[in-house]
């Protein structure tokens, strides 16, 4: 058995148990670092399982969703952008004839 795996498993219950109480007693700064303590753990864990090269390829795919997003996001906004401009410079010249 795993002594390591179910050490780290019960830890990362323990402090996501402590960081819910902090958020009910409203002592939030507490529950952060119990928050941040709690990833660390979770990669720990991962890690110990052999499961970060998984974990890598799914947040390696997240990150180019996004990038994705942006790029077709600040394209699309060029796009609006220089098409504004164009009806903004055609009603000009009607006002001026």
Partial sequence: M????MGLLVALFVVN???????????YKRAGFLNIAALCLTVALAYNF???????KVFLVLVIVAIA???L???LHQRKAK???????????????
Avoid: H, S, W
């Avoid at 795993?2 to 795996?5: T, V, Y």
């Avoid at 819910?20 to 409203?26: A, K, P, R």
């Fill in 2 to 5: 795993d002594f390591i795996g």
């Fill in 17 to 27: 148990a402590l960081a819910i109480d902090f958020i009910y007693n409203e002592k």
């Fill in 50 to 56: 052999k499961q970060m090269e998984d974990i890598m």
């Fill in 69 to 71: 997003f942006f790029v």
């Fill in 73 to 75: 996001r600040f394209v």
């Fill in 83 to 97: 098409k504004t401009k164009i009806e903004t410079q055609t009603g000009e010249e009607d006002e001026n004839n």
